[in-house]
């Protein structure tokens, strides 16, 4: 086979031709490669901006939390604090409402029953008298006798004065201030002859006569409440008393006529 010249040339210029298809054709593709390999980086660079915004925003989302966790956490503290405050207040305010009224009860009159009647009596009067008894009851004899001695003389119209008289005769009785204790039952049945107490304050009289050794008085006394109380207990007292009483003494003989 003969090959002329132009059919080598065209031969040549084929593969160059072909070549340079291929050689275009390659760098098509490699700018394909670089572009896409572009548009990855872009996308990456894109989703990393993303990323970080995310980061950013759950951070100042868990800030947010923690601030009001914080900021929680301090206003319950505050509600307990007020919420103590206020059950303190309110004790304080009771306890003054209490004393105020303690206060005040000294001195506004109070009803009260004496010896089965229902009266209205001053605050002081009420608390002199509660306050010998409890002295009387607390066996402080000298010091109730005083303090009923006291009281009989300030508070003369009081309807204690009855039981304040009978009780300054018991306590000068325990003092044994015989003289005291007959003197302020005389004064009671005097006063007050017809007080549910004046038996009980012969009976006292009775007794302080005998201990004081006016035995014949004694016994002239408890004849007295037998005869006017026979079946009261202090008439039933008084006849056991009589008998516990020593005897008289016998008369002494007159002397003979010369």
């Not at 303090?147 to 018991?170: E, N, Q």
């Amino acid at each position: 086979m003969t090959f002329t010249l132009s059919t080598l040339s065209r031969g040549v210029l084929a593969a160059a031709l072909s070549l340079a298809l291929a050689g275009e054709a390659l760098a098509f593709a490699d700018d394909d490669a670089r572009r896409a390999i572009l548009d990855l980086r872009e996308q990456v660079k894109q989703m990393q901006a993303d990323i970080d915004v995310l980061r950013r925003s759950q951070l100042s989302l868990s800030n947010e939390i923690n601030g009001l966790k914080d900021l929680n956490r301090r206003l319950t503290g505050r509600v307990e604090e007020l919420s103590n405050s206020l059950a303190q207040e309110k004790r304080s305010n009771r306890t003054l409402y209490e004393s105020m009224d303690k206060r005040l009860g000294v001195f506004e009159p109070q009803t009260v029953t004496v010896d089965g009647v229902t009266v209205t009596v001053d605050a002081e009067e009420k608390n002199s008298f509660d306050a010998a008894l409890e002295l009387l009851q607390g066996g402080k004899y000298a010091q109730a006798e005083r303090a009923f001695r006291d009281f009989t003389r300030k508070w003369t119209k009081s309807p204690y004065r009855p039981a304040a008289l009978f009780w300054w005769g018991t306590s000068a009785f325990g003092a044994e201030h015989y003289k005291t204790a007959i003197s302020s039952q005389n004064q009671l049945l005097r006063d007050y002859p017809k007080n549910r107490r004046v038996a009980d304050a012969m009976l006292l009289v009775a007794s302080s006569q005998a201990a004081s050794g006016s035995v014949t008085a004694a016994r002239s006394t408890l004849q007295k409440i037998v005869r006017a109380y026979p079946k009261t207990d202090a008439g039933r007292e008084a006849a056991k008393r009589l008998k516990e009483l020593p005897p008289e003494p016998e008369p002494a003989p007159e002397p003979a006529k010369q």
